[in-house]
């Protein structure tokens, strides 16, 4: 479809197509996340690997100093009487392997122990090592432990082991810097200039290399903080820690890929209540995104139209219900909205709300409620867009002869959606994540038995939440927060790709 | 056409036009009415005496403005005084949020000015990558390694405290540098270059020419920060556990409607509520251009 096509089609067929292509770039745009991730790692290897020839070549090259800091690093640089670069080097070194043989070793050693006992069959690949005296069951199921005393704990030795390889990826750093500094060094020494001295170096940190100092410390918490429990989680969605495997006390250990496959079709339970869940995740979104989207904009519209007085009263009142923050105003619904509630009590009516057990009236409950907390933002959003349409656009459609209706439907609509596409899918993949109005609502709820750990009206998040919070089944979590990230990821890249910001970014620089 | 023939259809027009906007102002005063109805609800409940969750009148049947004082101070007819309440220290909370919001909006605030200006001003070779980690890492689930940072706050020794809970919150300020990154890619570059060809360093640069002209956005990027720790249930709840005195307010709030409590409390939830809600309101109105230059991607002017 070229572009005259599309500039021919009426509104309705454009938002048809504009929805249509969503739904069909879909595939593509996963397609498109696997190259991504594939270029990535081919560039990760191609970097490497040039890294490595780079790393051959300056050996080959260097003199002494920078042959000797290939093993003592710093060597070059103090040679050439860079004392303070050097110092930090070689305390890099000394202090790296003083971390590995008094910390890393261990938890690199124990990530793959064997031998832990489950029904008198010895399993492999068990995170910790534990020495338990067995005793015989009478009844014969098996053996009990008697002794726990020296059991490891499994979740220090997997956040231990993702620490230490950090902690090894970063040495690495420095370690090839420490070369590339002795082989440069020893460049400058050669063509008869003084080596920067110790103070000229660190003023660069300010200057040149001032990158280095802003993001120094950001980069160092997110690592802790951030890096390192996400790439926890993603261990963890290879292991059994659930339930009954709960350190400390308790060894887990890998399975695999047993926990997606659980997720998918050998556990009839789990995988059952998944599809659901996705199903009504998606229907939710779809409903949630539109309504709060088309209802916004028309509200938008009556107020800014002309001839309506009290603008700003109009807006404020709206924005007021935004501003208050979402857990009171959701929590106030759920009092409202109970069975025996306000709402209920003032109609005279008796109306289960949140607690139909077929799930129909909650379902669309969440909705209408979250058409009360998102229609004033969307409202805020496109006022300001509508301010931006040329004025000059109405009054020659005017002067042509189209009524109130026409303006809308070939002007403001038009204009309005194709500024907030991207919007509209940030919005919608927003409203996959969206925790606050099912959890306070409904809390998920009305629960069923035929679901595990959840009720009709939870979405994968607040599945993912009850998971790790209720019923401690940190492996499940993992894997549905994995699958809630590749939703996501493809949908923000169909949103990358339509937004025209993403291209313009270094047009300023 | 004559000069009569035009002024009907004048007239006609403004009739028509007057009644589309008679319609208007119908729908958007029910609309009015359904939009502040459960806020002004949950202000009268707060003002109520009869402690009623789901009375059948709109208005309080009697007046008081107990359930205030009642969050910070109770009357304790035994000893004769007033005592803090225990079992809801909501003063004790209210102190926590504003102490942890004061210092993880600082240290935020540091932090998304220091990197989305090495973003957007600074040419490096690692720029791109981190640029495209900064997007990976912003797609996973917040709460889903929620468990693993507990983990390690454990390590530290800093799990269920407050300390703990603004390193969290700071730290993850790394990922936010968009808005303001689109702000600072606003600001001329030949600025910066003029400064270059006097001599600036980029350290001068970014504190002498590029914050002066940054107000706006730090002023937001502040607020947002200050706001985001009064509103956050998921981390908190699962981070403090049972740890009652370290609570927010969200959380105090939440579990003051526990089925245990919210026969007694409901009407204490509702002044709480209402207490926090008025200035995050206000601050929100204030700065409602900011947030909708945020949420459109368009940088902010300012």
Redesign the interface.
């Known amino acids: 479809m070229n572009y005259l096509d599309y500039v021919q089609m009426t509104t309705g067929q454009r938002i048809a197509y504009r929805i249509k292509s969503f739904f069909t770039g879909i595939p593509g745009a996963l397609a498109k996340l696997v190259k991504i991730i594939a270029n990535f790692f081919v560039s990760v290897f191609g970097t490497i690997g040039r890294g490595f020839k780079n790393y051959g070549q300056r050996f080959v090259n260097g003199d002494a100093g920078t042959k000797l800091s290939y093993i003592i690093m710093g060597a070059g640089n103090l040679l050439h009487k860079q004392i303070g670069k050097g110092i930090l080097f070689l305390a890099s070194e000394v202090a790296y392997i003083f971390f590995m043989f008094g910390f890393g070793v261990r938890y690199i050693s124990e990530i793959f122990c064997n031998g832990v006992v489950v029904d008198g069959v010895v399993v492999n690949g068990v995170i910790g090592n534990e020495s338990p005296i067995y005793e015989t069951d009478p009844l014969g199921l098996g053996k009990k432990m008697i002794n726990r005393d020296t059991v490891d704990d499994s979740n220090q030795i997997l956040l231990f082991f993702v620490l230490t390889v950090l902690v090894t990826i970063a040495f690495i750093a420095i370690y090839v810097t420490n070369t590339k500094s002795a082989y440069a060094v020893q460049q400058v020494a050669q063509s008869g200039k003084a080596p920067m001295g110790t103070i000229q170096e660190l003023k660069m940190f300010l200057d040149e290399r001032f990158h280095v100092t802003l993001m120094a410390i950001p980069v160092i918490l997110l690592l802790i903080f951030t890096v390192l429990p996400i790439i926890f989680t993603i261990f963890v969605a290879f292991t059994n820690y659930d339930k009954n495997h709960q350190p400390p006390g308790n060894l887990y250990w890998w399975v695999g890929f047993s926990n997606f496959a659980d997720v998918f079709y050998t556990n009839k339970m789990k995988s059952e209540t998944f599809g659901k869940i996705l199903l009504w995740t998606i229907i939710w979104a779809f409903f949630a995104t539109f309504t709060n989207y088309i209802l916004g904009i028309v509200l938008a519209l009556m107020i800014n139209k002309k001839g309506i007085k009290f603008k700003a009263f109009w807006r404020t009142m709206f924005v007021i219900t935004a501003a208050v923050p979402q857990f009171v105003t959701l929590l106030v619904m759920r009092i409202l909205l109970d069975d025996k509630g306000a709402i209920n009590n003032m109609l005279g009516t008796n109306i289960p709300f949140l607690t139909d057990m077929s799930g129909v009236w909650p379902k669309i409950t969440v909705i209408l409620v979250n058409m009360w907390v998102g229609i004033p933002y969307t409202m805020l959003i496109s006022s300001g867009l509508l301010m931006n349409i040329p004025e000059d656009l109405y009054e020659s459609a005017r002067i042509d002869g189209a009524n109130a209706f026409q303006q809308f439907t070939k002007i403001t609509f038009p204009y309005i959606f194709f500024v907030t596409t991207p919007y509209l899918i940030t919005s919608f993949v927003g409203n996959i994540n969206n925790f606050n109005v099912i959890y306070f609502l409904t809390a998920g709820g009305p629960n069923s038995d035929s679901y595990y750990q959840a009720g009709q009206t939870d979405l994968l998040v607040t599945w993912l939440y009850k998971l790790t919070v209720n019923s401690s089944d940190f492996n499940l979590a993992a894997v549905i927060g994995l699958l809630v990230f590749v939703i996501c990821a493809a949908g923000s890249l169909i949103t990358f790709n339509m937004s025209k910001a993403s291209k313009n970014e270094e047009e300023f620089s | 056409m004559t000069n009569t023939q035009n002024a009907a259809m004048k007239s006609g027009y403004a009739a028509k036009?007057k009644a589309?906007?008679i319609v208007?102002?119908v729908?958007?005063s029910v609309?009015?009415v359904?939009?502040?109805f459960?806020?002004v609800?949950?202000v009268m409940r707060s003002f109520s005496g009869d402690n009623m969750?789901?009375?059948?009148g709109?208005f309080p049947t009697e007046w008081t403005f107990d359930n205030y004082i009642n969050l910070f101070a109770e009357w304790d007819a035994d000893a004769n005084a007033w005592v803090t309440p225990d079992v809801f220290p909501y003063g004790k909370w209210l102190l926590n949020t504003f102490i942890v919001a004061v210092c993880s909006a600082v240290i935020s605030t540091l932090?998304i000015l220091?990197?989305s200006?090495?973003f957007?001003r600074?040419?490096?070779k690692t720029?791109k990558t981190?640029l495209?980690l900064g997007?990976?890492?912003g797609?996973?689930?917040g709460?889903?390694?929620?468990?693993?940072?507990y983990?390690?706050m454990e390590?530290f020794g800093l799990k269920q405290s407050l300390v703990g809970l603004v390193?969290?919150y700071?730290?993850?300020?790394?990922?936010g540098y968009q808005v303001s990154k689109g702000f600072f890619?606003?600001i001329p570059?030949s600025l910066d270059e003029a400064a270059k060809i006097d001599g600036a360093?980029?350290?001068?640069i970014?504190w002498i020419i590029i914050l002066p002209l940054s107000k706006p956005i730090i002023v937001y990027t502040a607020l947002t920060t200050f706001l985001s720790p009064?509103?956050d249930?998921?981390f908190v709840?699962?981070f403090m556990k049972d740890n009652v005195d370290n609570y927010t307010v969200?959380v105090g709030?939440?579990n003051m409607?526990e089925p245990n409590y919210i026969a007694n409390y409901?009407t204490r939830?509702?002044a709480g509520?209402v207490l926090?809600?008025v200035p995050?309101?206000i601050?929100?109105?204030i700065m409602?251009?900011f947030?909708?230059a945020g949420?459109?991607?368009g940088a902010v002017k300012g």
Request: glycine share 4%.
């Open positions: 036009r589309a906007n208007i102002y729908i958007l609309m009015v359904i939009w502040l459960p806020i609800w949950l969750i789901a009375p059948k709109f932090i220091m990197i200006y090495a957007s600074l040419r490096f720029r981190f495209n997007l990976i890492l797609m996973f689930p709460f889903m390694s929620m468990a693993a940072t983990n390690i390590i390193i969290v700071s730290a993850g300020a790394g990922l890619d606003t570059r360093t980029r350290n001068q970014f009064w509103a249930y998921i709840s699962y969200a709030l939440y409607l409901f939830f509702c509520a926090i809600a995050i309101t601050l929100f109105v409602q251009r947030y909708v949420v459109t991607g």
